[in-house]
């Protein structure tokens, strides 16, 4: 599926966003309160954290091809970034739906894993107070681990967030709306933008309460920024959520 701010299926997300608390919620309970405890010690070293690697990173929602075969066709892999990327749009482009397709995947696979009716409860808005959206774009990314050292790889090498937490992957969120070309001429430095619009095309997570501050710290030692909070975002897909009441009022970025 496209998911572009003009094909949204709202009430599809809204009911997205309630499987991922659910199902994140539920394995953060069954951690244990002593680990999620020593993540929440938010001033330590990086070394004394806990390795957080399978943290909401459950075997059921693995994405498909086993081990990160899969996973890898989120990221920036099939192209060259700093060299191809810039010069050939095609294979660039062509790599979006695949990422979408992945995500959805995942979502199809935990929909049963959650009990729907009492994670939507009526169609309700998913709690503002338990978690915080993030995007994470993998055309950002330079995949050189700080942010996985950060926080305990809760973060893979990738910046990306663990898969349990997925939630849609939106494209063309441009005030234009889709240009093949927007990218490319983006990255080349062509053309420059609100640094809130932040990418074209990224996934969204759902990112417990609990684990924001550590996700929070992450970001900081992140070199190409491909992370962003979305309620600190100003874009087409953003707004969208903000008319619908999935989305809290703009915020100013918080790093």
Known sequence: MNHTPETLDVENLRLRLAQAEQYCLAHLAGCGRSLL???LQVDREPEALPDLTSLLRSHALEPKGGDWEGAMS???VYFNYLNDTLNTAQPYLDNIPWRQEMVDNVVSRRAPLVDTASALNAHREPDAEAGRLLAFTPDHTLSDGAAAVETGWLLDDYDAPPWDTWVIYVAADTPGGYDPTWRR???????????KIFADNYLIAWIPNDLVPLVQKGMEVTIATPLKWLDELKSPFADRLRTEGLLGSLRERSY
């Open 37 to 39: 405890d020593a993540v």
């Open 185 to 195: 001429r983006y990255l080349s430095g062509e053309i420059s933008v609100d640094p």
């Open 74 to 76: 989120l990221y920036p």
